[in-house]
T-cell receptor, first 117, second 109 residues
Framework: NAGVMQNPRHLVRRRGQEARLRCSPM?????VYWYRQLPEEGLKFMVY????????ESGMPKERFSAEFPKEGPSILRIQQVVRGDSAAYFC???????????????FGPGTRLTVL | SQQGEEDPQALSIQEGENATMNCSYK?????LQWYRQNSGRGLVHLIL?????REKHSGRLRVTLDTSKKSSSLLITASRAADTASYFC?????????FGKGTSLLVTP
């Protein structure tokens, strides 16, 4: 039973390039969450998605960031025109479908460490 | 302002001793979860305690929750060097988990 999978594990981009981060939730999970962790900080919520729907994107920067969770395939967090301040670890978590998200444990992937040069 | 503030920021103990970490949060919650993160790695879920629970055990872990004080504690008994990690509490009042900055625990042999 594979856990939450994220790739790539490490991503290096130059300023102005695009970063695409992928997340495959655990089998049977249909809720996906993205969090960002800056150095020496805790995780900050970015966005919550279900299949083909963005439920809550209140933590997402208004510009350059977007997320999707298509019917088929992994969830994608996309950062356009990256800047140095985007350097961070980006974690994806998932939780099952059949109970309210607020009562569910969220299971985290290993993260993608983005470095912007 | 940030939910889920852990205290202390750093804790250093010897193997065999107990480690206690505290967490405070600001708004009402559905549950509170504790996670462990080894340096440069992902988060490992340790335990979830619901708002109507006061205490929960899992192996060497004991978590308490006091909703009147909006606080929680994590006790690790008989600590081991392998327990060295950062520990985060995360309060849950909706979809998102609200994390603090964590407690960095060092267990020396």
């Amino acid at each position: 039973n594979a856990g939450v999978m994220q790739n790539p594990r490490h991503l290096v981009r130059r300023r102005g390039q695009e970063a695409r981060l992928r997340c495959s939730p655990m089998k049977g999970h249909s809720h996906v969450y993205w969090y960002r962790q800056l150095p020496e900080e805790g995780l900050k919520f970015m966005v919550y998605l279900q299949k083909e729907n963005i439920i809550d994107e209140s933590g997402m920067p208004k510009e350059r960031f977007s997320a999707e969770f298509p019917k088929e395939g992994p969830s994608i967090l996309r950062i356009q025109q990256v800047v140095r301040g985007d350097s961070a670890a980006y974690f994806c978590a998932s939780s099952p479908l059949d109970t309210l998200p607020s009562y569910n444990e969220q299971f985290f992937g290993p993260g993608t460490r983005l470095t912007v040069l | 302002s940030q939910q889920g503030e852990e205290d202390p920021q750093a804790l250093s103990i010897q193997e065999g001793e107990n480690a206690t970490m505290n967490c405070s949060y600001k708004t009402s919650i559905n549950n509170l979860q504790w996670y462990r993160q080894n340096s440069g790695r992902g988060l490992v879920h340790l335990i979830l305690i619901r708002s109507n629970e006061r205490e929960k055990h899992s192996g060497r872990l004991r978590v308490t929750l006091d909703t009147s004080k909006k606080s929680s504690s994590l006790l690790i008994t008989a600590s081991r060097a392998a327990d060295t990690a950062s520990y985060f509490c995360a309060s849950n009042s909706g979809y998102a988990l609200n994390f603090g900055k964590g407690t960095s625990l060092l267990v020396t042999p």
